[in-house]
């Protein structure tokens, strides 16, 4: 079946730090891949979304490359913020198998 | 105005009631979605209607039983609560499949006693 590994968190860093939150998936065929981000106290929103390999995502200062070749959709941001502070979720969808697949989530904390 | 609603924002109840939570889309879209997320934030698909029509029914106990009455709306009912059960549930809809992004509601905190 399919699946979804996310590094663990959680994430401390101070503010204007680069950020990278690892993801890697197994899957058949050719997923769409997705970031969403869960500030505290709310539902999930989409960060960003890329639909085939070698598409970049990008929304809010952060990217992310869809990897056929290393199975990888990590993220990334130059230089994070206080307001950056959340849970972050990779996800995958596999229209053969009608379904997503999330990852368990990295907290991110950013410190002033 | 609120793409995805659910009401309601907490529920607090006794081990052995029913319960339902209710979830509305106002952005047209075909498919509805439940999801439960544990205390450690683990995000789990319970079930997934495409115009009102079941198309995912995960490892759920059969004490969860989905109605989608309208294609805008996918309510959840539990039967015989469980302490395990208390987490938070999120709807979420999009527009065509799971190929298309997920638009989440607020959450139902649901505590059980």
Known sequence: GNSVTQMEGPVTLSEEAFLTINCTYTATGYPSLFWYVQYPGEGLQLLLKATKADDKGSNKGFEATYRKETTSFHLEKGSVQVSDSAVYFCALSDTNAGKSTFGDGTTLTVKP | ?113
């Open chain 2, 1 to 113: 105005d609120t793409a995805v609603s659910q009401t309601p924002k907490y529920l607090v109840t006794q081990m052995g009631n029913d319960k339902s939570i209710k979830c509305e889309q106002n952005l047209g879209h075909d498919t509805m979605y439940w999801y439960k997320q544990d205390s450690k934030k683990f995000l789990k698909i319970m079930f997934s209607y495409n115009n009102k029509e079941l198309i995912i029914n995960e490892t759920v106990p059969n004490r969860f039983s989905p109605k989608s009455p309208d294609k805008a709306h996918l309510n959840l009912h539990i039967n015989s609560l469980e302490l395990g059960d208390s987490a938070v549930y999120f709807c979420a809809s999009s527009l065509g499949g799971v190929g298309d992004t997920q638009y989440f509601g607020p959450g139902t905190r649901l505590t059980v006693l």
